[in-house]
């Protein structure tokens, strides 16, 4: 009104008037609405690997508490998975991981994404560093930004390690 009439007038003047004339309220289902967005999704193959690490636990032959763990490398074009199981999660079987990784898949890593575990530390991001892979670390404490491994872990609880604990 100001650009046009050179007359200021505040929000709330505007719906005091609005609402005086029956007119405060838009119409049904013309509100703007959260447009949702696909984050980090790509098209290139072996362009983003998210990989992270599940702890598996279940009763072993003995009766006691067995402890390993799955870690676990997605590519976000393609979804194909790599899995492997190991007694602990030290760096070294990180390494061990990426490396199976690289030798695995058909085409070329451009990056790898992992959370601050300290597996995935400097030995690791240097490993990857010297194969010509860049090494990016999600913001702490955001498992959303890793979501695609996130949700591959829940699934497998789901389906497969339950069937483990019986």
Same mark, same amino acid.
């Given at each position: /009104?100001?650009r %046009?009439?050179g =007359?200021? !007038?505040?929000?709330?003047?505007? %719906?005091?008037? *609005?609402?005086?004339?029956? /007119?405060?309220? @838009?119409?049904r289902?013309?509100r *703007?609405?959260k447009?949702?967005?696909?984050?980090?999704?790509?098209?290139?193959?072996?362009?983003?690997f998210?990989?992270?690490?599940? $702890?598996?636990?279940? !009763?072993?032959?003995?009766?006691?508490k067995?402890?390993?763990?799955q870690?676990t490398?997605?590519?976000?074009?393609?979804?194909i998975r790599?899995?492997? =199981? %190991?007694d602990?999660?030290?760096?070294?079987?990180?390494?061990?991981?990426?490396?199976?990784? !690289?030798? =695995?898949?058909?085409?070329r890593?451009?990056e790898?994404r =992992?959370d601050?575990?300290?597996?995935f530390?400097?030995? @690791?991001?240097?490993?990857?560093?010297?194969?010509s892979?860049?090494?990016?670390?999600?913001?702490?404490?955001?498992p959303? @930004?890793n979501?695609?491994?996130?949700?591959?872990?829940?699934?497998n609880?789901?389906?497969?390690?339950? *069937? $483990?604990? %019986?």
């Amino acid at each position: /009104m100001e650009r %046009y009439h050179g =007359t200021r !007038i505040s929000d709330a003047g505007v %719906y005091r008037i *609005l609402k005086r004339n029956g /007119m405060n309220r @838009l119409p049904r289902g013309t509100r *703007l609405r959260k447009v949702h967005t696909k984050r980090n999704n790509k098209q290139v193959s072996g362009h983003h690997f998210r990989i992270d690490v599940k $702890l598996l636990t279940f !009763i072993g032959k003995s009766g006691k508490k067995v402890r390993r763990f799955q870690f676990t490398a997605i590519d976000d074009a393609t979804r194909i998975r790599a899995l492997k =199981t %190991y007694d602990r999660h030290t760096q070294a079987n990180a390494i061990a991981f990426v490396d199976h990784v !690289i030798e =695995t898949f058909p085409f070329r890593i451009r990056e790898i994404r =992992t959370d601050n575990g300290q597996e995935f530390r400097a030995r @690791l991001h240097w490993h990857v560093e010297d194969r010509s892979i860049r090494h990016a670390y999600i913001k702490p404490s955001s498992p959303q @930004l890793n979501g695609k491994v996130e949700r591959w872990h829940r699934s497998n609880e789901q389906e497969f390690h339950q *069937l $483990l604990s %019986y």
